[in-house]
């Protein structure tokens, strides 16, 4: 009995993510199912749950490579907004090129 409960699950959870699909599809885009993956908040949570693949950290912005010891890695957003800086945004995330360690340079 127990397994025709766990294989009712899947098949209901299947249908689940079906309808999900389908109703995001047609809200985003024209009812093209294919399309499902470009949508930006779904490519920019499967960039984030899959990882980028080019074997580079993943870490708060900072000014050197290692983190501050004092804990002021806030520092990089300073001088980032600073007069002379290059006022960095994040675009979207499945784009990401990243972010230099001197937003001054």
Same mark, same amino acid.
């Not at 109703?23 to 199912?33: F, I, Q, R």
């Not at 779904?42 to 984030?48: C, E, S, T, V, W």
């Not at 010891?69 to 002021?72: F, K």
């Not at 995330?93 to 990243?98: M, V």
């Given at each position: 009995?127990k397994a025709?409960n766990r294989?009712?699950?899947? %098949?209901q959870a299947?249908?689940?993510?079906?309808?999900? +699909?389908q109703?995001?599809?047609?809200?985003?885009?024209?009812?093209?199912?294919d399309? *499902?993956d470009d %949508?930006p908040f %779904?490519?920019? *949570?499967? +960039?984030?749950a @899959?990882g980028?693949? /080019?074997?580079? #950290? @993943?870490?708060? #912005?900072?000014?050197?490579? @290692? =983190?501050d #010891?004092?804990?002021?890695n *806030?520092?990089?957003?300073?001088?980032?907004?600073?007069s /002379?800086? +290059?006022?960095y945004?994040?675009g979207p995330? +499945?784009? /990401? #090129?990243?972010l230099p360690?001197n =937003?001054k340079r």
């Open positions: 009995m025709r294989n009712g699950a899947a %098949i299947e249908r689940f993510v079906a309808a999900y +699909q109703a995001l599809s047609k809200a985003y885009c024209n009812g093209n199912s399309g *499902f %949508i %779904i490519g920019a *949570f499967l +960039q984030a @899959t980028y693949g /080019d074997n580079l #950290p @993943t870490h708060y #912005p900072r000014l050197r490579e @290692t =983190p #010891p004092r804990g002021e *806030f520092r990089w957003f300073v001088a980032n907004k600073a /002379d800086g +290059q006022k945004v994040l995330l +499945q784009d /990401d #090129p990243g360690y =937003p």
